[in-house]
Nanobody, 114 residues
Framework: QVQLMESGGGLVQAGGSLRLSCAASINIFSINVMGWYRQAPGKQRELVAEILGGGITKYADSVKGRFTISIDNDKKTADLQMNSLKPEDTALYYC????????WGQGTQVTVSS
């Protein structure tokens, strides 16, 4: 019912930056919660960041101060600005939306080399 499409992943060196974007097939402002999760090989999917109505944000301790989730009002996307990237940030990053049910994008790969 709700389609999510991630973009912006890639290969960067440690200390570099990437900006991920998530576009939804419905009005992004109608979505209750949007967020980003990640899953590394051999590990479970974990919450990276969420943004709630009113702009309230939540971050995993491991990314606080380095990552910022926001809504781009012009592009109508949920973006994740990732700075000071570390090799341990390497994972497949998934966009997540909660609106009635729970929805996931297909993921975009982020690889950070040391």
């Amino acid at each position: 019912q709700v389609q999510l499409m991630e973009s912006g992943g890639g290969l960067v060196q440690a200390g570099g930056s990437l900006r991920l974007s998530c576009a939804a097939s419905i009005n992004i402002f109608s979505i209750n919660v949007m967020g980003w999760y990640r899953q590394a090989p051999g590990k479970q999917r974990e919450l990276v960041a969420e943004i709630l109505g009113g702009g309230i944000t939540k971050y995993a301790d491991s990314v606080k101060g380095r990552f910022t989730i926001s809504i781009d009002n012009d592009k109508k996307t949920a973006d994740l600005q990732m700075n000071s990237l570390k090799p341990e940030d390497t994972a497949l990053y998934y966009c997540h939306a909660r609106v009635g049910g729970y929805y996931w994008g297909q993921g975009t790969q982020v690889t950070v080399s040391s």
